[in-house]
């Protein structure tokens, strides 16, 4: 028969080994959900950055237009539409008209972007707007609700 000292009790210790496991187990657990959350993220800042910068660069490219055409050769060979820009057009005359489709997007880091410039007021006496928007799906999300967007907004006047 085996004695126990004072205070001591049968089974005592692997009940604490067993709630310490527990304890590390819960503390892992929120670790593990932190970093998660942080690299989901870090994702979605680096898409948004680069969706920014294409958004940019469509803008430039009509700013560019404006610059070397003048303002109201720009004015005249846009029409108030919505164009599509897969890559940057090297002049006015080769914006693509039209949404874009599966076949215009803008591959970078594994994750598709879709670059579309709306173009208001080519016609009339006021400014031309053109709104840059990039879309794309953010593969990171286990179950995506949509695309995102990133727009930027252009007012061009006569100066």
Same mark, same amino acid.
């Given at each position: 028969?085996? #004695?126990y000292?004072?205070?001591?009790?049968?089974?005592?210790?692997?009940?604490?080994?067993?709630?310490?496991?527990? %304890? $590390? $187990?819960? %503390?892992m657990?929120?670790?593990?959900?932190?970093?998660?959350l942080?690299? #989901? =993220?870090?994702? &979605?800042? #680096?898409?948004? +950055?680069?969706?920014? #910068?294409? +958004?940019?660069?469509?803008?430039?490219? !009509?700013?560019?237009?404006?610059?070397?055409? @003048? /303002?109201?050769?720009?004015? +005249?060979?846009? +029409?108030?539409?919505?164009?599509?820009?897969?890559?940057?057009?090297?002049?006015?005359? &080769? !914006?693509?008209? @039209?949404?874009?489709?599966?076949a215009? @997007?803008?591959?970078?880091?594994? %994750?598709? /972007? !879709?670059?579309?410039?709306?173009? *208001?007021?080519?016609?009339? =006496?006021?400014? %031309?707007?053109?709104? *840059?928007?990039?879309?794309?799906?953010?593969?990171?999300?286990? =179950?995506?609700?949509?695309?995102?967007?990133?727009? $930027?907004? &252009?007012? !061009? &006047? @006569?100066?």
């Amino acid at each position: 028969m085996i #004695k126990y000292s004072a205070g001591q009790q049968p089974g005592q210790t692997i009940i604490e080994v067993i709630i310490a496991t527990g %304890v $590390v $187990v819960l %503390v892992m657990t929120a670790i593990m959900a932190g970093l998660t959350l942080s690299l #989901k =993220n870090t994702a &979605q800042a #680096k898409y948004k +950055a680069l969706a920014s #910068k294409l +958004a940019q660069e469509g803008i430039e490219a !009509f700013r560019r237009e404006r610059d070397l055409l @003048g /303002f109201e050769s720009f004015r +005249a060979g846009l +029409a108030s539409q919505t164009y599509c820009l897969p890559s940057i057009p090297s002049q006015l005359s &080769q !914006f693509g008209a @039209g949404t874009c489709g599966d076949a215009d @997007g803008i591959t970078m880091t594994g %994750v598709t /972007f !879709f670059r579309q410039a709306e173009v *208001v007021g080519a016609t009339d =006496n006021d400014p %031309v707007v053109v709104e *840059v928007s990039v879309t794309w799906l953010d593969p990171t999300a286990a =179950n995506p609700t949509g695309f995102h967007e990133s727009i $930027v907004t &252009q007012e !061009f &006047q @006569g100066w």
